[in-house]
């Protein structure tokens, strides 16, 4: 049986919805163990698991010109900071300091698998509103970078957008898989995004426990 038009765009704004909360809290969970490790206070652990974990969402609602974005409209974003501040604060208080024995190559893995879920967020959202294809790779980009970007910038250190390979470009990469796969193959969006998803998880962890370098002047 298929599906109206009505009853399939509720579908894809569910599975959209469903990513970008997994998004949401996959990255609180890194920015609050970034925190721990920063030894920020608990205020300052939930501030950072918020801005990390909804920045690049709502850089891309304002690109998309939608306002409030919605981790302002929609209580669950907060939510989900919050619990995973507290799972962070639990595993310290359960296991002692959580910061301490987590490698950063584990955290900077865990973060590729939040950059791959908002990068497809961003590619799903931008292809509903039919943007040309050069707009959804650079929006779905600044949907899976923007919160680290502003993560950096609160924890005073230069954003990892800016010089660590394979973080963008990782990306970039995925998005215009998702495009490719959408608009040149006719593929469904739920396909093509797990495909980018899993293009742009493989690229950030094999370029990080490969130690793979874009081309620098020095």
Known sequence: MKLDDTAASRI??????IVDLAATFVLAVEC?????????????????AFVGS??????????????PPAPFRDWRYAALALTA???????????????SYTPPLAIDIFEGGGLALAAIAGAR???????????????????G??????????LARVPKVLHEDFYATAAIAGAT?????????????????AAGGV??????AAALLGAWRLPHLH
């Open 32 to 48: 609050a163990l970034t925190a721990v490790q920063a030894d920020f206070d608990l205020f300052g652990i939930l501030v950072l």
């Open 85 to 99: 501040t507290l799972v962070v604060l639990l595993a310290s208080l359960a296991t002692g300091d959580v910061g």
């Open 177 to 193: 898989l998702i495009v490719l796969l959408v608009r040149r193959f006719q593929v469904r969006q739920d396909v093509a995004g």
């Open 145 to 154: 970078c923007g919160g680290g970007m502003l993560r950096d910038v609160l």
């Open 12 to 17: 894809r704004d569910r599975v959209l919805e």
């Open 199 to 204: 293009a742009i998880f493989a690229l950030r």
């Open 54 to 67: 909804v920045g690049g969402a709502v850089l891309r609602d304002l690109l998309l010109g939608e306002h």
């Open 125 to 143: 959202k931008c292809l509903d509103y039919r943007l040309n294809s050069a707009s959804v790779v650079i929006i779905a980009t600044v949907n």
